[in-house]
């Protein structure tokens, strides 16, 4: 059945207005889709950078490329891919309409690392050190070396901060200050207060011309519910900072960064409804952030929750800690493997508004694929190849 | 070499009849310097050859046998047993400046460098002593927008005033205790400020009438300027950086050219191969000395190094002369030994692109430099 179908396909027979024909035919023992499809034994065949056909069956490795499994790209909303102090405008702690992606090295080694370990798309935003630190962007991790090439998605969330990384590097003025960083906020309270005034500033703008300010109109944005905000909050204490904003404010979406103690009070999440970026497992169970602290049952609890979750590696370098390990470690918490793979797929993909493009494995979709040794995130398995729009892009055979 | 001179035969009585019908009534010649090589351009070397100098310019270019009959009485006569060369350009330099940049703004497009400018600066003396004899300068990287540079010589006069207008979106121009701090706020600034411009150094970028030359270190800093080249219409030079190979044909479509920094003894080999990458791929290539502690000397050395490096001599010699000058606007007054050009030239022991060389006298605009040379 199989075979009529690929070479229909490669002839181009069935094509409408003239598809590119298959230049690519991968089978594996199992095809993990992400959208609740999976097939034990599947191909997928891929026309130009899209995916052009999933079928069950497939060769069994005599000709064609082979693998135990196949899994959508991975998907970071939070890869710390920036360029450190330099993707951060000190000039304000509340910018509105920088770019994160202005920031953004292409040529950095990083990009290399993502890539092997399976991620192909990424959202980059500024380093956490304003209250609001400007708009991200969705760009792949590897294909052309123009960023405006790569890019799928610009501007597509504003992103922010609390907790205590927000106000580090500033010092108070006392008498008259020494240096740009002679500023609020020193503390998280400052912080808080500074989100909180933007946000009444822009309620004002939005009701009285006069009140209009520089960039209020992104903010105003977020208050209707257009651009999610992307908020770094790791502490108890500073997820109820986000979640009380959010309900002052009555934000439509919201999405938590680094949420490690999420789970300690869930009423209020419940209540005011966020969806979380959890950061990645600490064998000790201390983050890097804020040293909060992620129980390893955190996902298993979200999803029971029904939150929109999505896992981060948070761009660490270590092979141990890259995003496919934080899906085996969110299933050593109790998460199933289906789970786990669309909180490192789908589910960001749904979050950063480009699952239309990626994110799972669909004709249709951009060819962004991860080969597997073995089943996907488990400690024994590791990736040994990457398709990305259509090309191989890595392979370790 | 044979062949190269017979070449040669013919630009010179091309020179020779370009004279007689551009001006209407020739100068005299007052210099008749003949040398047992010429190197007229890169790649062109005329050998027993006679420069005719009048009037501050070049007259004449052709094999002394042909010119030497003809020469009024009075002209003073040098004859010079070696080489003889156009004066170098170095296609950024702020050698000179008081200063290179003012704090008073991160933004300061209209800030005029000339004003800087000391004809009388002893580091001109020692740069023309090393047979540089034409600068484009440049506002240092502190700014994102430095201001407008100008080309001029080390004579102290002045070539073009107004000659390009200096971007940095590198540290330290984003990395001060000021706006911007980052690549974000610095792109956006500029955007809006070359949106908003209608007069002034912006508006000149836009319509290309100013040259805007962009500071890069690596290639993230290559595709910004890319961007923002092509947003905007500019007419642009990328100044520094050693990895340009992966932009080489985007840099070509644009017509973008790059005015490195000084090569060392201790240049790598990426630096290399990114030179070589970009001569491949037709994209004009000068060397310049702004960035890295203006050392005149540095100039010769970066054209004999790219040479020894694998860059054909053609392009690595007008990488400090003609396509310096050409990068800095000046092109049709210096860079080349031709009819009609400024007199600015150098009179070498040896072939100038040996080290083993020197500088032996220094014409600006036909006069004798003072000073040694060395």
């Known amino acids: 059945m199989l075979l009529p179908i690929l070479l229909t396909l490669m002839t181009g027979e069935v094509a409408p207005e003239a598809a590119p024909p298959v230049k690519l035919v991968i089978s594996a023992d199992a095809v993990y889709s992400a959208d609740g499809n999976f097939l034990e034994g599947g191909t997928v065949a891929i026309a130009g950078t899209k995916i052009a056909a999933v079928v069950p069956g497939g060769n069994s490795g005599e000709d064609g490329l082979h693998v135990a499994a196949i899994t959508p790209g991975l998907v970071d909303l939070s890869p710390r891919i920036h360029a450190g102090d330099l993707s951060v405008e000190e000039s304000d702690e509340v910018q509105t309409s920088l770019l994160a992606a202005d920031s953004v090295d292409l040529f950095d080694k990083r990009w290399e690392r993502l890539l092997k370990s399976g991620v192909t798309t990424v959202m980059v935003s500024p380093a956490n050190e304003n209250c609001i630190g400007g708009l991200t962007s969705v760009i792949k991790t590897g294909g052309a070396k123009r960023l405006k090439e790569r890019t799928l998605s610009e501007g597509n969330m504003l992103a922010g901060a609390f907790g205590s990384q927000a106000a580090r590097g500033n010092h108070p003025v006392y008498g008259r200050p020494t240096d740009f960083f002679s500023r609020r906020p020193t503390t998280r309270m400052g912080t808080e207060w500074v989100h909180r005034k933007a946000f009444y500033d822009t309620l004002a703008a939005m009701g009285d011309e006069e009140r209009q300010f520089d960039g209020w109109e992104v903010m105003a944005r977020v208050i209707e519910g257009e651009l999610p905000y992307f908020v770094q909050a790791s502490a108890t204490q500073d997820i109820r900072t986000a979640l009380y904003l959010k309900e002052e404010f009555q934000l439509p979406s919201m999405i938590i960064d680094a949420a490690a103690e999420v789970m300690r009070e869930p009423e209020i999440l419940k209540r005011a409804g966020a969806s979380i970026v959890l950061p990645p497992f600490a064998a000790q169970g201390r983050t890097a952030i804020d040293n909060s602290f992620l129980p390893w049952n955190t996902a298993r609890q979200l999803v029971d929750l029904e939150v929109p979750l999505a896992l981060s590696a948070h761009g660490s370098a270590a092979p141990d800690n890259n995003l496919g390990m934080q899906a085996g470690y969110a299933m050593r918490g109790g998460l199933t493997l289906d789970e786990a793979l669309r909180a490192v797929t789908l589910t960001p993909a749904e979050l950063a508004g480009v699952a239309d493009r990626v994110g799972t494995i669909e004709v249709g979709k951009d060819a962004d694929l991860v080969l597997w040794s073995g089943t996907p995130f488990a400690a024994t398995s590791r990736v040994i190849g990457v398709v990305l729009n259509g090309e191989v892009v890595f392979t370790k055979q | ?374």
Request: aromatic share 4%; net charge negative.
């Open chain 2, 1 to 374: 070499m044979k062949t190269m001179i017979k070449t040669l035969l013919v630009t010179a009585s091309l020179s020779l009849a370009g004279l007689a019908v551009e001006n209407d009534a020739p100068a005299e010649p007052n210099l008749a310097i003949s040398a047992s090589h010429v190197l007229v351009e890169g790649g062109v070397v005329l050998e027993d050859a006679m420069v005719l100098v009048g009037d501050g310019h070049i007259l004449a270019v052709g094999k002394a046998a042909d010119l030497e009959g003809n020469l009024p009485a009075g002209v003073q006569v040098v004859e010079h047993e070696g080489w003889l060369s156009a004066g170098l350009v170095a296609a950024h330099s702020t050698l000179g400046l008081t200063a290179s940049s003012d704090s008073t703004s991160a933004f300061m497009p209209d800030l005029a460098l000339i004003h800087g400018f000391d004809p009388n600066s002893k580091a001109l003396t020692a740069a023309r002593a090393l047979g540089v004899t034409t600068l484009g300068v440049e506002a240092s990287r502190a700014n994102v927008f430095g201001g407008t540079g100008a080309v001029v010589k080390t004579d102290g006069s002045v070539v073009r005033k107004r000659a390009n207008l200096a971007v940095s979106l590198v540290p330290p121009a984003i990395r001060g205790n000021r706006f911007p701090t980052s690549f974000g706020g610095g792109m956006r600034a500029v955007r809006e400020r070359f949106e908003a411009a209608e007069q002034g150094a912006l508006a000149d970028a836009k319509s290309g009438k100013l040259r805007t030359s962009f500071a890069i270190n690596g290639p993230a800093d290559i595709d910004r300027a890319l961007t923002l080249t092509n947003e905007f219409g500019l007419r642009s030079v990328l100044r520094g950086g050693d990895e340009h190979t992966e932009f080489a044909a985007e840099l070509k479509e644009a017509g973008i050219g790059v005015a490195l920094g000084p090569l060392s003894l201790s240049s790598n080999e990426r630096t290399y191969a990114s030179i070589k990458q970009l001569a491949k791929a037709g994209v004009p290539l000068a060397f310049g000395f702004a960035d890295n502690g203006n050392v005149p000397a540095t100039l010769r050395e970066s054209a004999a190094l790219a040479a020894r490096g694998g860059l054909d001599r053609a392009t690595a010699w007008n990488a400090v002369t003609k396509t310096a000058a050409e990068l800095t606007g000046a092109g049709d007054r210096v860079g080349r030994v031709a009819t009609g050009l400024d007199a600015d030239l150098v009179l070498w022991s040896g072939d100038p692109l040996l080290i083993a060389s020197k500088p032996v006298a220094v014409y600006i605009g036909g006069a004798k430099t003072q000073g040694d040379s060395h």
